[in-house]
């Protein structure tokens, strides 16, 4: 049978509830829960069970630039408004949560919010948003001992864009700042990614003018040096993701470029003849939204022209095209596939059991049969290999394919 035979790939859930464009996603709770920001600062937790909301407020008072979280109760949003805002939210949160979706909302409603641990007032002149990844350094107490810590409370590093700017959190101080080549006109910051492996911190950044810098500081207090320097692109770059594996990081562009590039860890500083490792027209330009899979198969992008591709992260070749949306889509989320499986409750399952009572009650509150299925449901969404993308139209698709 021709390929030409089968029919076009279709969402298996389309999330509503948005009234604004959707500019960034992601997968929290091991999979079991899917966050959505808009345009409007509206942030929104889905139950990916049962597909409903379990959360809703003004997170901010312009756009969402970007979501990440921190362990697995914090969450950290990123709007236009110059907020970086980190939120306590846990499942147990949760049931005192207004669940009301900002297309129902009123004008005056003051939606309930999670706690907020931490604030930083960053810059937000262009759509660049902030990335972030775990302090490599180790931890000492007052004696000098090295603390153990729970990793879900490791201290982060956040970068944003300025020249770039990296923050430590919990402590909220500036830790670094990685200022413009003055030898190249780059324009502002675009996108960012970071890294931490002990004391070294290295940072790849895409810049207004097409070029791609990736800088490394090898020691506290030290200055950043640049490792490595490519311009793939004609037009900004829109986004970019660095793998797994961290051996290399993907640009996408508002031209039809998406480029592959070595993102050297430290030892190379002095090697100037590190080249882009791969270069591929697609054709399709507005191309943003880029995410790698976290087993590094496959990677994403959302295009102005609606339509969502999935790339293999080997070749680079396009593996599909989803066809859904009307308008444009400018996010993207892969869930996790190494999440680590609770073990099964083993209770028999009563097949007429109404979905809607089962979301509507707590573990607590549930019988045995109705405990042991939303326990099961629970497992199926941690366990789909989901792929989310958000549009212009407000909407959210689930998809569950590769």
């Not at 999979?31 to 920001?37: F, P, S, Y």
């Not at 810590?149 to 830790?175: C, F, G, M, W």
């Amino acid at each position: 049978m021709s390929s030409e035979s089968f029919p076009p790939a279709q969402p298996a859930y389309i999330l509503r509830g948005h009234s604004a464009q959707v500019h960034a996603l992601q997968f929290t709770q091991d999979n079991q829960r899917l966050l959505t920001g808009d345009a409007d600062g509206w942030l929104v937790s889905w139950n990916l069970a049962f597909k409903r909301p379990v959360a809703s407020w003004k997170a901010h008072g312009k756009a969402i630039l970007g979501l990440g979280t921190w362990g697995q109760d914090r969450i950290i949003s990123h709007g236009r408004d110059n907020k970086l805002v980190v939120w306590q939210l846990s499942v147990a949160d949760e049931d005192a949560m207004d669940r009301t979706l900002p297309v129902d909302a009123t004008a005056d409603a003051l939606s309930k919010m999670p706690w907020i641990l931490h604030i930083l007032t960053v810059n937000t002149l262009n759509f660049c948003s902030f990335t972030m990844c775990y302090d490599g350094m180790p931890q000492t107490s007052s004696n000098g001992m090295t603390i153990r810590e729970n990793h879900s409370h490791k201290p982060i590093l956040i970068a944003v864009p300025n020249t770039i700017d990296i923050y430590q959190l919990p402590s909220e101080s500036r830790a670094a700042v990685i200022h413009a080549d003055r030898h190249l006109t780059t324009g502002m910051v675009m996108a960012l990614n970071i890294l931490a492996i002990t004391t070294r911190v290295q940072v790849a950044a895409g810049y207004e003018s097409g070029h791609t810098m990736v800088f490394v500081q090898t020691d506290p207090g030290a200055s950043f040096q640049r490792l490595y320097c490519a311009q793939p692109h004609s037009q900004p770059v829109l986004s970019m993701a660095l793998s797994s594996s961290r051996e290399y990081y993907i640009t996408s562009s508002a031209d039809a470029i998406i480029a592959k590039h070595p993102f050297p860890l430290g030892q190379g500083v002095w090697n100037t003849e590190l080249r882009p490792i791969k270069i591929c027209q697609t054709k399709h330009s507005g191309q943003q939204g880029l995410r790698i899979r976290s087993d590094g198969k496959i990677f994403m992008t959302a295009g102005w022209d609606a339509r969502v591709r999935i790339y293999s992260a080997k070749t680079m070749n396009e593996l599909a095209v989803l066809r859904w949306h009307k308008t444009g889509c400018y996010a993207t989320a892969f869930a996790q596939t190494d999440v680590v499986m609770p073990a099964r409750i083993k209770q028999k399952s009563d097949s007429n059991l109404d979905q809607n009572e089962v979301g509507e009650k707590t573990i607590d509150q549930q019988s045995p049969v109705v405990a042991g299925i939303q326990q099961r449901r629970d497992e199926v969404a941690q366990s789909t290999h989901w792929l989310a993308a958000g549009s212009k139209d407000g909407k959210v698709s689930l998809w569950n394919i590769y």
